[in-house]
């Protein structure tokens, strides 16, 4: 009694200090400890604390509403990463954190370091879990030294948003899933101009989602010497076959000079007639330009039939809780075909293989009917680029502010602009582990 009591004091602690941002849901009367030696969902007891990026309406819509339907003697607690409520806040307030969501990223910047990724791989075997049905490439970037530590639940599929009415008012064919990068840039040019006072841009990106999931899978930092990997070939070829190609128009390279291109040239303003992006976008098309659609990332002819890496949400459960087997049920339902028939439907794009469970995709949305969703699951995943926790001081400080705008407004070359990166990379990554 005394032990739990403690327990008890910690947890109200934790959640007092979030009292606005932690959301608890359904019964107040669950076994603290929690039971999990039963096949039927109704007989599961447990109380679970969350944390993730996701806010509290998200969780709740995404997947609390599900779990709690499905398992309903089940509690949940969901704590919100914010600024100032972190990863490592919560776990020095004494709370215990159970299950999180995360990214390939996230697992080796905070959850690692924190001690608390737990290897899946005893609950996979004792809980039969069928990871057989998840599409291997989801898989990699999340098991280390043969170690899997989470497993993903949703994906944010990339696609390339055309505008149909920029297409229409220039005569310019539409998009074909399985284009080349090089066909895709030849058809940019026959948009790029300025008309009306408008600089017109074929093709478009976001620099910095596109670069975590390039389809020759670049890396940016060495695992084992924690250098930079950006100065080589590799990265010479996205930046030659993308960037510098795609902004050698003297009017793109003024317009980026006076505002840089960002996602509301396409959105908004209907300045860009093509545009590289996650999926996510399609679960708000009132958003989009009123005649959109999609064809597939283009492929490099290099790389034939690949098409980007996957980037998706995953699920873990930490090594300190005491609740595994509880959270290992839950983990096999997000993962099930029946649940990722609900998400699938509702526009969150599935990592399973299952082809009934694909062809639900966005079913829940009646633009389903005419869009060409297919184009979601066109070629394969690219292999997951080597991940580090230093990563994205890459990604956005040295490639997005920096080399990018200087290729794209022509005041640097590929090859000074990669060499300048490789040195500002390390200099930021030994100033991040200095701070550790």
């Not at 215990?96 to 959850?111: C, K």
């Not at 040019?189 to 899978?217: C, F």
């Not at 184009?375 to 040295?398: F, N, Q």
Request: hydrophobic share 35%; net charge negative; charged share 25%.
């Amino acid at each position: 009694m005394m032990l739990l009591s403690v327990l008890a004091a910690c947890t109200s602690k934790g959640a007092d200090s979030n009292a606005e941002e932690s959301q608890t849901t359904k019964p107040a009367d669950a076994n603290t400890e929690g039971t999990a030696s039963t096949n039927n969902p109704d007989e599961i007891t447990a109380d679970l604390t969350w944390f993730g990026l996701a806010s509290q309406k998200d969780f709740e819509d995404r997947y609390g509403q599900y779990i709690m339907k499905k398992f309903p003697n089940i509690k949940i607690t969901y704590i919100n990463q914010t600024d100032d409520r972190r990863l490592e806040q919560v776990i020095a307030s004494g709370t215990q954190i159970d299950m999180y969501l995360s990214s390939a990223g996230e697992l080796r910047e905070d959850y690692i370091p924190a001690n608390m990724a737990l290897d899946l791989n005893p609950l996979i075997k004792s809980h039969n879990i069928p990871v057989d049905t998840i599409e291997p490439a989801y898989l990699d970037p999340v098991t280390i030294d043969q170690k899997t530590y989470l497993l993903p639940v949703s994906d944010n599929k990339f696609v390339m948003y055309y505008n149909k009415s920029i297409f229409d008012k220039f005569g310019v064919p539409y998009p074909k899933d399985g284009m080349t990068w090089d066909e895709a840039i030849d058809l940019s040019k026959k948009i790029t101009r300025n008309e009306d006072g408008k600089q017109y841009m074929g093709l478009w990106l976001s620099p910095k989602h596109y670069l975590r999931v390039a389809q020759n899978s670049a890396g940016f930092v060495d695992p084992e010497t924690n250098k930079a990997t950006v100065d080589n070939d590799q990265w010479k070829f996205i930046f030659d076959n993308i960037f510098y190609k795609l902004s050698r128009d003297p009017g793109v390279q003024q317009r980026a000079l006076e505002k840089f291109y960002s996602h509301e040239d396409f959105m908004k303003d209907s300045v860009i007639a093509m545009y590289v992006y996650t999926s996510g976008w399609m679960n708000s098309d009132d958003s989009l330009p009123p005649d959109w659609d999609i064809a597939s990332v283009p492929e490099f002819k290099e790389y034939p039939g690949l098409n980007t890496q996957t980037y998706a949400t995953y699920i873990g459960i930490s090594a300190t809780s005491k609740q595994q087997d509880a959270a290992a049920e839950i983990l096999k339902y997000l993962t099930s075909e029946e649940y990722q028939t609900i998400i699938s439907k509702r526009g969150m794009i599935t990592p399973l293989l299952t082809q009934s469970v694909r062809d639900a995709a966005f079913a829940d949305y009646e633009f389903a009917k005419t869009k060409n969703i297919q184009a979601l699951y066109h070629g394969k995943p690219a292999p997951s680029r080597p991940m580090t926790e230093y990563d994205e001081l890459v990604i956005e400080d040295a490639f997005q502010l920096d080399a990018i705008p200087k290729i794209v407004r022509n005041q640097l070359d590929v090859n000074t602009a990669l060499r300048q990166a490789q040195e500002n990379s390390d200099k930021l990554i030994q100033e991040q582990i200095a701070k550790q």
